[in-house]
């Protein structure tokens, strides 16, 4: 069974403070790797989307990056509006190819 | 652009009670459909998904149903509330025909079964 997880499951920096969240998975035949943010009491929002081991994607403070057995969001000086939740997701490589969600990670970022 | 529009946004229901939760998207012809659930501290569970009209897939049991009326409006349903159904309900929406790609979430429904 395909398994996403999600670490850790809680984070809090300072403003400023740089740091990784993690995502590792076990898909065969990796369908996309999709990482999303979530406010609290909010749908989740998509951010990126990675296909290859070496793909990179960048969207101001947050880069993602993709390796054959996990990816990491990468936050530069992270500030508080970047507090949230932060899902990733792989798509299943039978059937419906549905998408297989982590738990996700709460990021804390304080002033 | 395209956009997904769910609501209501929160709800308080009685044990017994019927559900219909609605989501419609706007912008694009086709697309999949899915109602997910999201529980405290898990991670999203899909319930339905749809690839068209009156096409609909369940993938756990339960208490609930769901109906594809038109090409893109979706509903989820109960006849009758248990306290188990609540949680926070999500619609998503992605393109057809393009399995790899990436799903567009409604902003959610927060239902209290009481």
């Known amino acids: 069974e395909d398994q996403v997880t999600q670490s850790p499951e809680a984070l809090r920096l300072q403003e400023g403070e740089s740091s990784s969240l993690n995502c590792s998975y076990t898909?065969?035949?990796?369908?996309?790797l999709f990482w999303y943010r979530q406010d609290p009491g909010k749908g989740p929002e998509f951010l990126f989307t990675?296909?290859?081991a070496g793909e990179e994607k960048e969207k101001e403070r947050l880069k993602a990056t993709l390796t054959k057995k996990e990816s990491f969001l990468h936050i530069t000086a992270p500030k508080p509006e970047d507090s949230a939740t932060y899902l990733c997701?792989?798509?299943?490589?039978?059937?419906?190819?549905?998408?297989?969600f982590g738990t996700g990670t709460r990021l804390l970022v304080s002033p | 652009s395209q956009t997904i529009h769910q609501w209501p946004a929160t709800l308080v229901q009685p044990v017994g009670s019927p559900l219909s939760l609605e989501c419609t998207v706007e912008?694009?012809?086709?697309?999949?459909l899915y109602w997910y659930r999201q529980a405290a501290g898990r991670g999203l569970q899909l319930l339905f998904y749809?690839?068209?009209?009156?096409?609909i897939s369940s993938e756990v049991p339960q208490n609930l149903s769901a109906s594809r009326p038109q090409d893109r409006q979706f509903i989820l349903s109960s006849k009758k509330l248990l306290l188990s159904d609540s949680g926070f309900y999500l619609c998503?929406?992605?393109?057809?025909?393009?399995?790899?790609?990436?799903?567009?979430f409604g902003q959610g429904t927060r239902l209290t079964v009481v």
């Open positions: 912008g694009t012809s086709n697309p999949n």
């Open positions: 998503a929406w992605s393109l057809r025909g393009q399995p790899n790609t990436e799903a567009f």
């Open positions: 997701a792989v798509r299943e490589n039978t059937g419906f190819q549905k998408l297989v």
């Open positions: 990675l296909y290859s």
């Open positions: 898909v065969s035949g990796l369908r996309g």
């Open positions: 749809s690839v068209g009209i009156g096409q």
